[in-house]
Structure formats: structure tokens, C-alpha cells
């Protein structure tokens, strides 16, 4: 039987250039990221009220020097970009990005133990993640690889998420051959909300797409084209602000 979704009413309409803003984390994620090119992420990051930038490890302590007094939080990315190393390596990775600023985390799951049915481990791992960034007050952001999961492996993960008392799901790593689908983003929001936010990643790449995804429920989105999107963002804000022109008698 064909799995049946329920209909997701969708928030009042993005009226403020902060409503969209706020949405959008800022990743700083390539593996061949240079430091001139994260230099420039990281001003970018500082000059638009986002919600986040995500960097990978090596890069944190100058992201959080760099953001210092900024409205934008720092997320580190552990166990990217595959979620494969052991619980404890992973979770020295959170206690440590954690020590050095972050204040949120983008975690990856373990997709192979999900994929084993080893749920117990999925969740054990899960659960002391959730806990180290709940001592220090930051966020964990648990990140899937939709494209790789059935509707069944969606929910599970989804389920887990919420059980863990994470803080968001997160679609895609970003590397994976294809992002997510609609389809995703209907199941794990219906899966996850409100206990947990979702996050999609690996699809937003306009403003278009970054206001599809809210109208779905999505609560951020991860993409490099920050820049693009929010002075699109402006100008439309500015046609609506436009008065029409007065009717010819």
C-alpha cells in the first residue's frame, strides 16, 4: 500500500527580509575550499543576518574569530562527509568543536548501521550526541542522505530524530549524486514536527526553491548561494513595496 502523507498547512507568507534570512545556513563545506575562498564565505556570512555558517573542522577556530559579536552562529560539520567513524571519535569531534565555539552541530548519521537495522546503535549514538551539545546549549543538526532512503528508512530516521530530542533532521550531506525530493521534505516534516525542525540541503540554489521548501515546512535550508538568494529576496520585497501605477481616467 502506497504510503499516504497528510496535507501540511503552510506558514503566513514571508513578509520581512529577516523571514528569509533567518532560514538560511551558509555552507563552507568543499573539500578543495581554499582559505581566500573561506575568508570570503565567512565575510559574507558577517554581512547578511543568517542563521548560521556551517564549516568543516579545520576551519572553526577562524570562523568563530571572524564571527565574533555577529548575529551569525558558527556550526561545525562532524562525521562529514559519511557518518562512518565510531560513536566516540564522533563524539569528540562534537566536545571539541563545542570547546573551540561552535554552537551547533551538523552531525551525520550513521546511514550503513540505519541500513543494517541496527537501530539500537543508530539511537545510542544519537542520544549522546544530543546530550553533549545540550550541556554546552547548542544546537544538533542530524543529517541524512534522503536520496538514499526508502519512504520506510525516511520515517525511521525521522522517528529517531525526534526520539533523541535532536534539534533538527537534516536532508543531505550535499555530496550525495542527487538531493532531496518534495517527497522528502513531506515525510519529514510530517515525521519530525514539531518536536524537530527540518532543514533541507542540496536543492536550494534560488529563492524560488528556498520558498517552495517553507511553504513545505522546512525551517532552514543549507546553500552556497546565499548571496543570490537574499538580493533576490530584496528586490522582491522592493516590487511589493511599489506602488501600482494610478488607473487612467
Not at 128 to 135: D, H, K, T
Request: net charge negative.
Amino acid at each position: 500500500m502506497s504510503l499516504v502523507i497528510p496535507p501540511h498547512t503552510p506558514p503566513p507568507e514571508a513578509v520581512t527580509y529577516e523571514d528569509v534570512a533567518r532560514m538560511i545556513d551558509h555552507h563552507l563545506l568543499r573539500p578543495d575550499l581554499t582559505d581566500t575562498q573561506l575568508h570570503d564565505g565567512l565575510q559574507l556570512a558577517r554581512a547578511f543576518p543568517i542563521a548560521a555558517v556551517v564549516v568543516r573542522p579545520c576551519d572553526l577556530d577562524f570562523a568563530v574569530r571572524h564571527l565574533e559579536n555577529s548575529l551569525t552562529q558558527v556550526a561545525a560539520a562532524v562525521g562529514f562527509p559519511h557518518g562512518t567513524g565510531t560513536t566516540a571519535t564522533k563524539l569528540y569531534e562534537i566536545r571539541d568543536a563545542l570547546r573551540r565555539g561552535a554552537r551547533e552541530i551538523d552531525f551525520v548519521l550513521n546511514l550503513g548501521k540505519l541500513f543494517s537495522r541496527e537501530f539500537s546503535y543508530v539511537e545510542s549514538e544519537l542520544l549522546q550526541a544530543a546530550q553533549a551539545c545540550r550541556e554546552e546549549g547548542a544546537r544538533l543538526k542530524v543529517v541524512l542522505e534522503s536520496s538514499l532512503l526508502d519512504d520506510e528508512m525516511k520515517i525511521v530516521a525521522a522517528k529517531l530524530v525526534k526520539r533523541t530530542s535532536a534539534d533538527f533532521v537534516v536532508t543531505c550531506t550535499g555530496f550525495a549524486s542527487r538531493g532531496f525530493t518534495p517527497r522528502d521534505l513531506e515525510i519529514l516534516v510530517w515525521k519530525t514536527t514539531p518536536l524537530a525542525a527540518v532543514k533541507a540541503v542540496h536543492g536550494i540554489h534560488n529563492l524560488d526553491q528556498l520558498l517552495e521548501a517553507r511553504d513545505r515546512g522546512v525551517a532552514r535550508v543549507g546553500t552556497t548561494q546565499t548571496e543570490a538568494i537574499l538580493h533576490a529576496w530584496e528586490r522582491r520585497l522592493a516590487e511589493r513595496q511599489t506602488p501600482s501605477d494610478p488607473v487612467l481616467s
